[in-house]
């Protein structure tokens, strides 16, 4: 399997982490996409204390990473959502509603957690792509 | 690579997911298996606080998405075990020791988290599988 | 895809499992590694109280995993990172930071959860790999 390219980056239209890890990671055709936070593309907090708006932001950040590869949504196989209390989870799934109103749908594991990288973030979502 | 077939399915045997996401993603030979959750097919809650069985009934389900694709749980590369408690942490083992009563045993990560998709879960498991 | 050969397994340099499972598993150039604990070789915790200290060693873990393969740190392509406390978020980065000092980095995804295997446990780290 020679063919396996790396590559690691943080595509445009994603704020640049915050500390030393890539966005998304390609290894031939599977992209792995770091946990993304409600940030737009300067960087600022969107949806304080609105965990659908955040969810929605993540989803956003998600879609900007894989169009860097050529990618849809509908190349996402496997999300994790992590969220940090329980009354997030329909306002998080009304979010997924909306980017995959249709079957089929991705794998999921959802999560509450004690807390993500800073205590505005209610709702990270990373995921598993893979690409045509 | 282009021969990468994704799909996206809810295999027999095991409950329809509550929300929009699929049980099981496949990717050429990669499965990428939702955490699973103490439901039978129908939907129902097993093992009302008792760690054990869930953790049971969660492999029980791993087991029914991999036969889907002709897999057993020999073909499991990687699990990530969430429990919502210290206490359930050997029985949890217990239940992995009946399924795995000899190496090869799968790689694995333990964590113990806030919660799960709803109070009366105490254990999810999700899995990676990798077919012959 | 019959190139796929899937190995599981505990290499020399990195403690015994205290459970079933594997250090890590490898299905073709992937490897797929637990979350690794501050343990050194012979078992014993590393670091108690100091969530650098543990950071380093459960890279030092990952590190002689992937040695075992003929790898390298710079063939991660993903980490999640789990930590016990906020407080522990720029102790880890600093760790990380001596690994991987410039770009390319891997994804990573960082949660703050309840706990890990056993109480004095800060830091939990696993990896995704991908050989040349």
Redesign the interface.
């Known amino acids: 399997?020679?063919?396996?390219r790396?590559?690691?980056?943080n595509p445009p239209g994603v704020h640049p982490?915050q500390?030393?890890?890539?966005?998304?990671?390609?290894?031939?055709?599977?992209l792995?996409?770091?946990?993304q936070l409600a940030m737009d593309a300067s960087g600022a907090v969107v949806g304080v204390g609105d965990a659908r708006a955040q969810a929605r932001q993540c989803y956003a950040n998600l879609t900007a990473i894989l169009a860097h590869y050529g990618g849809k949504v509908g190349?996402l196989?496997?999300?994790?959502t992590?969220i940090?209390h329980?009354a997030y989870?329909p306002l998080v799934?009304a979010a997924?509603?909306e980017l995959?109103p249709a079957?089929?749908?991705?794998?999921?594991?959802?999560?509450?957690?004690?807390?993500?990288?800073e205590?505005q973030f209610l709702v990270?979502i990373?995921g598993?792509a893979?690409?045509?």
């Open positions: 399997m020679g063919d396996v790396r590559e690691l980056s982490p500390a030393h890890y890539s966005h998304v990671a390609r290894a031939g055709q599977t792995y996409i770091s946990g190349h196989v496997k999300t994790t992590y940090t329980w989870r799934a997924r509603d995959f079957p089929p749908y991705p794998a999921n594991t959802l999560v509450v957690v004690q807390g993500l990288a205590p990270e990373e598993i893979v690409l045509d």
